[in-house]
């Protein structure tokens, strides 16, 4: 009995942690993967302008827009004065989620 409301409490917390603070709940481990997929082909090599991953310079004022801007501007698409960032990245099958961990793990690796 004891151990059982012990794990209500637990799971209590933690989705009250996750509404709290949405943002928080990417997971840059889980985007490597996607990240691998669908956005290497432009962010690795800088391919149409896009900043690099890893390049701390490059990124550092993109991060400083704060996650929420990163993510809905990856979800979106736009276009900046280097280039075009297609919407998902040109893979519409990904959903916000998952292009949120992508963010998530570019900025890990950026900053
Ligand atoms: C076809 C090439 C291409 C692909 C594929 C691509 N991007 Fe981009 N991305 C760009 C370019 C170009 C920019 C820079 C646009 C500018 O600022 O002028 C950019 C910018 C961004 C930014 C910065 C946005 C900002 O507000 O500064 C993020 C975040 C991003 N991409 C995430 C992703 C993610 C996540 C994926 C994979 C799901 C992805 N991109 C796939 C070309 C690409």
């Known amino acids: 009995m004891s151990r059982f409301v012990s794990a209500a409490f637990c799971a209590i917390f933690v989705f009250s942690m996750n509404t709290a603070n949405a943002s928080a709940a990417y997971s ?12 290497t082909t432009c962010h690795k090599t800088g391919l149409m302008g896009a900043p690099k991953g890893g390049d701390k310079a490059a990124w550092a004022p993109r991060i400083s827009q704060g996650m929420d801007m990163l993510v809905s501007r990856s979800v979106k698409g736009y276009t900046g004065k280097l280039g075009m960032m297609p919407a ?4 519409p099958k990904l959903t916000d989620l998952q292009i949120g961990n992508a963010v998530a793990y570019i ?3 950026s900053k």
């Open 28 to 39: 840059a481990a889980a985007g490597k993967a996607v990240y691998d997929a669908s956005c």
């Open 88 to 91: 998902k990245g040109g893979n």
């Open 107 to 109: 900025v890990q690796q």
